[in-house]
């Protein structure tokens, strides 16, 4: 047993350079190669998740702005609507204003055609009326008169 006990310490003793070597390699990789290639993965983790996230900014700021142009654009729409109503409803009461004028000279013509058209009949009905007793003397002068006198 003490030999095997020697020989361990023994190796234990060669080994004390390599597990020195072990660890100073150790070392050096967290030094030289592990922590700097963690720092470049965590920026460009920050990179990439800053860029997604200004992106996300800038697509919800695109929308806000596409529904503001939306919204002016249907209120744009809306007073164009509005806009031509009026002037559609003022085309129509001129429209309305002119018939009624035209309809009162229209009603004036009528009354103006009437009273004419009754004092024509007036001035017939009295010619009418004279000519009428005009024949009925002619013809009670002609019944009347002897059978032979007029010829």
Not at 35 to 46: F, H, I, N, S, W
Not at 47 to 58: F, H, N, Q, R, V
Request: proline share 2%; aromatic share 2%; charged share 30%.
């Amino acid at each position: 047993m003490d030999q095997t006990l020697r020989q361990l310490g023994g190796l234990l003793l060669g080994s004390v350079p390599t597990v020195i070597l072990l660890a100073l390699l150790y070392a050096l990789y967290a030094t030289i190669v592990h922590k700097p290639l963690r720092r470049v993965l965590e920026e460009r983790r920050g990179k990439t998740e800053g860029a997604i996230e200004k992106s996300k900014a800038d697509i919800a700021a695109a929308e806000a702005r596409t529904s503001e142009y939306e919204q002016r654009l249907r209120e744009a729409r809306s007073a164009v609507f509005h806009a031509q109503e009026e002037r559609r409803k003022a085309a129509l009461d001129a429209r309305t204003a002119a018939m009624s004028v035209a309809r009162e000279k229209a009603q004036e013509q009528v009354q103006a055609a009437k009273a004419d058209i009754e004092k024509d009949r007036e001035a017939a009905q009295g010619g009418l009326q004279a000519e009428a007793q005009s024949l009925a003397e002619e013809i009670i002068r002609r019944v009347l008169e002897p059978a032979g006198a007029g010829r």
